[in-house]
């Protein structure tokens, strides 16, 4: 468009993060499933049921959420 960077570069930089964008593809349609499914609202419901279980409540939601990271994360070597 404005000429800054070679056709050639920007196909071969848009190439080199497949990997990424398939990942993240991934991620969202993961995500919008479990939307569909009703996971985030039973999630919610069972962070939120019982007001005398707050710190419990909490705990749960750190834990789902490390859970999530842990199984939805991608490692990737990078080579510099």
Not at 9 to 32: H, P, R
Not at 49 to 68: D, I, M, N, Q, S
Request: aromatic residues 10%.
């Amino acid at each position: 468009m404005f000429a800054l960077v070679p056709w050639k570069s920007a196909l071969q930089a848009v190439g080199k993060g497949i990997d990424v964008y398939l990942f993240l593809v991934g991620m969202m349609l993961l995500a919008e499933l479990a939307r569909k499914e009703g996971l985030f609202d039973l999630l919610a419901a069972l962070a939120c049921g019982r007001r005398a279980a707050r710190p419990k409540a909490l705990r749960l939601v750190y834990a789902v959420g490390t859970v999530v990271t842990v199984f939805l994360s991608t490692t990737r070597r990078q080579s510099f």
